[in-house]
Structure formats: structure tokens, C-alpha cells
């Protein structure tokens, strides 16, 4: 079993900057994709980022595209979502999950998901 524990959401103003983080635990192996998603109220889960096992390979979302930069640090199981110029559609729960493959931009290519974090963006 494999748990994941997102932190860094909040409140901020619309052109700030947060960084989100999400470390796993337990089954976890260091060389599997993982990914970003984001909720809305309302609105279904939509694909923000993913990067390969190794890092070498980031895929966004082109709402956030030159704004969003996603991250890894496999020593400490650890992936981030650095989010720059935030804007007020980018309020959501954000989800990191992890995937052994698939469409990366599938939420059914999933098999992890962590408990979300609150993103809330001020106009």
C-alpha cells in the first residue's frame, strides 16, 4: 500500500506564488510517475502535471503551461508543484497520485491518490 500526503495549499492573492509537496510512504518506489490533479466545486477532476519515474519527461496542462513547474526529489519520495502567477481559476483541491502507466492524463491511470490540498485564490 502506498500513501501520499499532500501539504502547501492556502490562501493567497492572484499573482502570488504557492509550492505544493506530496510524500509518500510505505510500498512506494521511487522510479514510478506520479502526477498533479486539481478539483474545482463542481467540476470533475482535470489533469495539472506529470513527470516519468525519472523526471526527465514533464507533461502540463496547457491552462498552466509557463506558469506551473513540477518536480521531483526521489531521495526523499517527495514530488512538488511550484505555481506561479496564480490565478483565480486555479482555486481547487490539488491531488498528487501515482501511476505505473497509461494516459497521463487519465485519472484512471492512477492508482494512488493523496487527501488533497486547499488552493484558494483572491481576485
Known amino acids: 500500500q502506498v500513501q501520499l500526503v499532500e501539504s502547501g495549499g492556502g490562501l493567497v492573492q492572484a499573482g502570488d506564488s504557492l509550492r505544493l509537496s506530496c510524500t509518500a510512504s510505505?510500498?512506494?518506489?521511487?522510479?514510478?510517475?506520479r502526477g498533479w490533479f486539481r478539483q474545482a466545486p463542481g467540476k470533475e477532476r482535470e489533469f495539472v502535471a506529470h513527470?516519468?519515474?525519472?523526471?526527465?519527461?514533464?507533461y502540463y496542462a496547457d491552462s498552466v503551461k509557463g506558469r506551473f513547474t513540477a518536480s521531483r526529489d526521489n531521495a526523499k519520495n517527495t514530488v512538488y508543484l511550484q505555481m506561479n502567477s496564480l490565478k483565480p481559476e486555479d482555486t481547487a483541491v490539488y491531488y498528487c497520485?501515482?501511476?505505473?502507466?497509461?494516459?497521463?492524463?487519465?485519472?484512471?491511470?492512477?492508482?494512488?491518490w493523496g487527501q488533497g490540498t486547499q488552493v484558494t485564490v483572491s481576485s
Open positions: 497520485a501515482q501511476t505505473r502507466g497509461g494516459r497521463y492524463y487519465s485519472t484512471h491511470s492512477y492508482d494512488y
Open positions: 510505505g510500498r512506494t518506489f521511487s522510479n514510478y510517475a
Open positions: 513527470f516519468s519515474g525519472s523526471g526527465s519527461t514533464t
